[in-house]
């Protein structure tokens, strides 16, 4: 299979596993669950679907010298995603773990084709479901791994926060040393944990987004509570849910889904908010490699330390937001 990626260029998938994994119906699902949810889907940021980064995460392993193994829980890392992504997280009050699909992940692969697809070429289904154990795959925060990487290199080009260029010497400055992913200059480390916070405060934490994800959210459990979709439609993909809710005839319902829209603004407002809401922050700390060591690049670079801590300390905390449509 040749399989063209926005980020890593032309790559040759050929390993039977991996393809085998790829034709099961539970993989092919992702094609129609946006990373992005809620703003994705109506035009707010570039729909890029949940296979895409699921594809890039394995590759980005893959370049990195993983074990079959590795690039294996790579691709199905993010199988057990919900339509609406991380929306769903705010549906059950998530906000800052953000780990719904991971809760649920067990019990969703055992029920798809993934387990049988794994048996024919020897392997258990339960091995790939702790990422830990996986450690180019994932990192506690605010360490880099391959998932991190690759929704932020995703994500920062059509955001305008980076250029092909600036991808590709981020990318050829990664080395796998002590066993996790490290940055081999200072540069590059530099350039990562300032757009990564450049991304994070532009899209995955942003203002607007957030709120679009909490009236999302909302509209969610009024679907849920009028009979207008399930808890099966979570396990469905994204604009099969959304029309459903637009048709179904409660005009609570309906008054809601109109105000998910680009246009929809939302105010700080202390004294009079529509809701208060909390999100997860997202703030990297590459380690560089410095003679035969790694140490995080706030160790290295105050300004940097510096910058992420008052990041973190500005945006943390309950938001009280004012819906202006």
Not at 41 to 56: A, C, D, K, N, Q
Not at 130 to 141: I, K
Not at 164 to 173: D, I, Y
Not at 200 to 211: H, K, L
Request: proline share 5%.
């Amino acid at each position: 299979m040749l399989y063209n990626d926005i980020i890593y260029g032309q790559v040759t998938i050929d390993e039977p596993v991996l393809l085998a994994l790829l034709e099961t119906d539970a993989m092919q699902r992702l094609k129609g669950v946006l990373q992005h949810g809620i703003s994705g889907l109506i035009g707010v940021t570039v729909p890029t679907t949940r296979l895409e980064h699921s594809l890039g995460v394995m590759i980005l392993v893959q370049r990195l010298g993983a074990s079959l193994e590795e690039q294996i829980a790579a691709l199905l890392h993010d199988v057990s995603h919900t339509a609406f992504s991380h929306v769903i997280d705010y549906v059950f009050d998530d906000h800052e773990n953000q780990s719904y699909h991971d809760t649920k992940k067990e019990g969703f692969v055992a029920q798809t084709e993934i387990p049988a697809a794994l048996a024919k070429f020897g392997y258990d289904w339960r091995d790939f479901l702790d990422e830990e154990n996986f450690p180019l795959l994932e990192q506690p925060s605010p360490r880099l791994c391959a998932d991190r990487l690759d929704y932020f290199l995703r994500d920062s080009i059509p955001l305008g926060l980076a250029t092909k260029a600036e991808v590709r010497f981020a990318l050829n400055s990664l080395v796998v040393a002590k066993g996790r992913i490290a940055v081999t200059n200072l540069r590059a480390a530099q350039w990562l944990g300032y757009t990564f916070i450049a991304a994070d405060d532009a899209s995955w934490s942003n203002f607007d987004e957030v709120g679009l994800y909490e009236l999302t959210a909302r509209a969610i459990r009024t679907g849920f509570c009028v009979g207008a979709i399930t808890q099966a439609d979570l396990w469905g993909t994204d604009e099969p849910m959304w029309a459903k809710l637009h048709s179904h005839p409660d005009p609570g319902l309906q008054e809601q889904l109109a105000l998910i829209k680009p246009e929809t603004r939302f105010v700080w407002d202390e004294e009079n908010p529509t809701f208060r809401v909390n999100t997860k922050l997202r703030a990297i700390d590459p380690d560089v490699v410095v003679e035969w060591k790694l140490r995080p690049l706030s160790t290295l670079d105050a300004d940097f330390a510096q910058h992420r801590r008052e990041y973190l300390g500005r945006k943390g905390g309950v938001w009280p937001m004012r819906v202006e449509d």
